[in-house]
């Protein structure tokens, strides 16, 4: 199987002004969106009169309709391409939270926010389908910008959400929601790029694109499925750090309010956006191995600092002094295992392997909170950590010697 895309060429000379119109603002702006209904969705959920365990739902269908889609949406990139994809989330995301502003009941809130993962799926495998087109030799920096800017805009979402359901009410924020929704969409008609030109870049035939599920078995030789491990351990390991699961072992362990965390979480955000913008241009310049194996290698010494304050019992200062270097570390790393998908898909059935890459990186985010959750409750939080460092540790082997192995073979 011939791999694409290794030499990195400098794509057909997109201005900054296009980038920065097509993918970046749209994604702060949808970002800002995400962000706004944060602190209105659990009082939403709860206003349907039920209990904590069913109003968790609204959180793990629309992880489900993220992780379902996967599949179907890089089908559907391989038959009309990544534009129309990058184009129909943000739409799609915006006409779920209009409907979810008007449901009149909890299992039809439900049917939204699932229909609401689909479409943010759609924009992630759409605008990562339309980089690795035409990116070139700046994908690093384009998909950890968009990162660092999504992360930005869910940042500062979350004040104007709280200020807008308590002036006007619950639903007020799923409408501005929908409103930047449908603003984020507007610039891609006229910047995003029509035309799919990778072959021709490289002095290549066009590649016919190969359609339907089989194609996944010419894809997937044995390096890739030993990265697509990696792939997993990697969501695996940020998945507790990423979603509420160290909140809440910071909660129980400490006894903080939401105040406290509150502050921690924005200052966190805060030291991690540079972090995540950086490392794009480090990997661009220096190479994928250079950056990631780093990134991973450290967030394993931050995972076992934590570990240790687990066990010894630290106070929270020093808590907190290892909560932010896990962070910060872990912003280091956002995005990049997305570059490495850039760099091996097979341009033939390039949507079909994003895929089957994001699917398996959402089945790691899925089960990270479970793992965490059941290795602390039958052995200690320390082993918890521990078990995430190990994780950490695996994944940065893993594209240390696949990333070389993958190279070899393509030259």
């Known amino acids: 199987m011939r791999i694409a895309a290794l030499t990195l060429p400098r794509g057909r000379g997109e201005s900054q002004t296009d980038t920065l119109l097509s993918l970046y603002v749209p994604a702060f702006v949808l ?13 939403y959920a709860k ?50 939270s209009l409907l979810m502003a008007a449901a009149h009941s909890f299992p039809e809130l ?22 690795t087109a035409h990116g070139g030799s700046r994908r690093g920096s384009q998909i950890t910008g968009l990162f660092s800017l999504d992360s930005a805009g869910r940042l500062l979402g979350p ?26 969409a507007l610039p891609g008609f006229a910047y995003l790029p029509r035309e799919r030109v990778e072959a021709k870049a490289q002095g290549d035939a066009p590649a016919k694109p190969r359609l339907g599920w089989r194609s996944l078995a010419g894809i997937l030789s044995l390096p890739l499925v030993i990265l697509l491990v990696g792939q ?29 965390l509150g502050v921690l979480a924005a200052v966190s955000g805060a030291l991690g956006l540079p972090l995540t913008w950086a490392s794009g241009r480090l990997m661009d310049r220096f190479g994928r191995r250079a950056t990631i194996v780093p990134g991973f290698s450290v967030l394993s010494i931050a995972l076992v600092s934590l570990a240790l304050a687990a066990f010894a019992h630290w106070p929270f200062a020093g808590y907190v002094g290892a909560f932010l270097f896990a962070k910060m570390t872990m912003s280091s790393t956002s995005g990049s295992m997305q570059v490495v998908s850039s760099d091996f898909a097979p341009a033939h059935a390039r949507g079909t392997f994003f895929g089957a890459w994001q699917l398996v ?19 200690s939080f320390g082993v918890a950590f521990g078990t995430l460092a190990v994780m950490s540790g695996c994944t940065a082997l893993i594209v240390w010697r696949q990333i070389r192995a993958l190279s070899s073979r393509a030259s």
Request: with cysteine; charged share 10%; proline share 4%.
């Open 159 to 184: 004040a104007a959400g709280g200020f807008a359901a308590a002036a006007w009410g619950l639903r007020a924020p799923f409408v501005l929601y929908a409103l930047v929704a449908f603003l984020a």
């Open 361 to 379: 990186g959402q089945v790691g985010l899925l089960l990270s909170p479970v793992l965490f959750a059941l290795v602390a409750q039958y052995a």
């Open 232 to 260: 997993f351990l990697a969501s695996a390991t940020r998945g507790a750090l990423f979603g509420g699961t160290i909140d809440l072992y910071t909660v129980y362990a400490y006894g903080i309010g939401p105040e406290t």
């Open 31 to 43: 970002a800002l969106g995400v962000g706004m209904a944060i602190p209105a969705l659990p009082l």
């Open 110 to 131: 439900l049917v939204y926010r699932f229909v609401e993962g689909c479409a943010m799926q759609m924009w992630m495998l759409g605008r990562l389908d339309i980089i």
């Open 47 to 96: 206003s349907f009169q039920i209990d904590f365990g069913t109003a968790s739902l609204v959180v793990i269908v629309n992880q489900l309709g993220a992780t379902v889609s996967t599949l179907p949406i890089g089908y559907m990139i391989d038959r009309v391409g990544g534009r129309k994809m990058a184009l129909l989330g943000p739409l799609l995301t915006g006409l779920a």
